[in-house]
């Protein structure tokens, strides 16, 4: 099993700040990376697969780069709708395993 | 657009069984690998299984290999988890998740998660 493992658990930031999530592998997964964004008492989002590509209707703010096993999600400039958990999910094998999230959460 | 819709959640004692059934519309349901993933009340998200297009592939999570099944009624749109000899630590909101990608990779398996259902709680207690 491929271990996700994401620093830091919490991150109190400022609207406008840049943001820098990271998400590290025990084992590479290639480019096989996503991360998603989940607000309380909902689903998560896909925000990023491949480790890098946008999903569909995703801002540009958000960007996501990386490969083998260590891997970052950038917030160019935080936005007020932004403050969520953010989890990263491995899909280079099974089980599928998913970081413990980040919860980026107002200064 | 694409909609997934659980149903099926709610209050069973331990070594219960219960079945979560997902209505999907919006896309061609046979060409996409479909997902369940778990979230405990206040904790992370857990994979639980993966079943390909066809049906014919299916992976489970360790943790409930043996008492869960995951299943799927192409003809209906519907992705089903059978969960038998339920346990405490099953309790948890139950997404069905639609594999992302393009047909025909999309339908081999599932890798990351391009939508979500809203969920369907389950709690296991006595």
């Known amino acids: 099993e491929i271990g996700m493992t994401q620093s830091p658990d919490t991150l109190s930031v400022s609207p406008g700040e840049r943001v820098t999530l990271s998400c590290r592998a025990s084992h590479s997964v290639s480019g096989n990376l996503g991360w998603y964004q989940q607000k309380p008492g909902q689903a998560p989002r896909l925000l990023i697969y491949?480790?890098?590509t946008r999903a569909t209707g995703v801002p540009a703010r958000f960007s996501g780069s990386g490969s083998e096993t260590d891997f970052t999600l950038t917030i160019s400039s935080l936005q007020s709708e932004d403050f969520a958990v953010y989890y990263c999910?491995?899909?280079?094998?099974?089980?599928?395993?998913f970081g413990q999230g980040t919860k980026v959460e107002i200064k | 657009e694409v909609q997934l819709l659980e149903s099926g959640g709610g209050l069973i004692q331990p070594g219960g069984s219960l079945r979560l059934s997902c209505a999907a519309s919006g896309f061609t349901f046979s060409d996409y690998a479909m997902s369940w993933v778990r979230q405990a009340p206040g904790k992370g998200l857990e994979w639980v299984s993966d079943?390909?297009?066809?049906?014919?592939?299916?992976y489970h999570a360790e943790s409930v290999t043996g008492r869960f099944t995951i299943s799927r009624d192409n003809s209906k749109n519907m992705l089903f988890l059978q969960m038998n000899s339920l346990r405490a630590e099953d309790t948890a909101v139950y997404y069905c998740?639609?594999?992302?990608?393009?047909?025909?990779?999309?339908?081999?398996?599932?890798?990351?998660?391009?939508?979500w259902g809203q969920g369907a709680l389950v709690i296991v207690s006595s």
């Open positions: 998740a639609k594999g992302g990608g393009s047909p025909p990779s999309s339908a081999w398996y599932a890798e990351y998660y391009q939508h």
């Open positions: 491949g480790a890098s």
């Open positions: 999910q491995q899909y280079k094998n099974w089980p599928r395993t």
């Open positions: 079943i390909n297009g066809s049906g014919g592939s299916r």
